[in-house]
């Protein structure tokens, strides 16, 4: 019924910036806890994907960082299979594959773009959150990929060291961790590293058999499937 009325619009219940507002209780809730720590965060890492649980780690300590209260960089983790970020280009875009949302300027691999079935939880989504795209087109943020296996590793490694099996999505979060702690390693530095854990993994137990059984394998970034997808990005003038 919705789609069939002309007056309809879409509201995202994720990517759009009321829910980034929304989720910012988490990074208001991290800096007091740091401050309980007695201590900052040098480098702050999210799993993202369509960046509302990146933005509501990170909008605050951005908040920080104009004030210059903070000086961590700001990296977003995105898969290697759907990198909107590191690969998209900055445009208006629809923010569902039945275009019945509001555009959007936002990184984007195009609305149509279905991405490879990897295990990456709610990092499977085409576009980025139009503020986080912003704050990534003024240079406030960094972004990079991991691929799926790299992903799995460090959740494994993780649940070995802490007792929690971290969702898939967490995992590109703790890969991104463990690569600032082995580059802080390799240049005798202490650095303080901050990622926001998104949630258990309890509920994709075969995600994980299926990796200890070897069944899962890395994808590329299908770039003739986001090239049809991005020469469909409505024309704006």
């Known amino acids: 019924m919705a789609a069939k009325d002309p007056d309809t ?3 995202l219940g994720s990517v759009l910036n009321h829910v980034l507002l929304h989720q910012t209780v988490i990074g208001l809730e991290t800096i007091e806890q740091m401050e309980m720590a007695g201590d900052e965060p040098d480098v702050i890492l999210g799993c993202t994907g369509g960046g ?4 509501g780690l990170v909008m605050p300590f951005l908040g920080r960082k104009l004030k210059g209260q903070c000086k961590a960089r700001v990296v977003a983790v995105e898969p290697a299979a759907c990198p909107s970020l590191t690969k998209g280009p900055f445009a ?3 923010g569902d594959t039945a275009h019945l949302t509001p555009l959007m300027k936002m990184h984007t691999l195009g609305s149509t773009f279905v991405p490879p079935g990897i295990h990456a ?3 499977r989504y085409h576009g980025m959150a ?3 795209s912003h704050v990534m087109e003024l240079g406030l943020i ?7 296996l790299d992903a799995f590793a460090a959740g494994i490694q993780f649940a070995r060291a802490e007792g929690i099996i971290p969702a898939p999505e967490a995992n590109h979060a703790i890969a991104g961790a463990i690569r600032e702690a082995l580059v802080a390693k390799e240049e005798g530095k202490e650095k303080t590293i901050l990622f926001v854990l998104s949630g ?12 200890q059984a070897g069944m899962l394998e890395n994808f590329e970034y ?3 499937e986001i090239s049809m997808a991005l020469a469909g990005l409505p024309s704006v003038k």
């Open 142 to 148: 960094e972004a990079t990929s991991v691929q799926q």
């Open 130 to 132: 139009p503020l986080v």
């Open 9 to 11: 619009k879409y509201a």
């Open 200 to 211: 258990h993994g309890n509920f994709d137990m075969q995600s994980y058999i299926n990796y």
């Open 92 to 94: 208006y875009d629809f």
């Open 121 to 123: 939880g709610g990092l």
């Open 222 to 224: 299908p770039e003739e």
């Open 52 to 55: 509302s649980n990146f933005a």
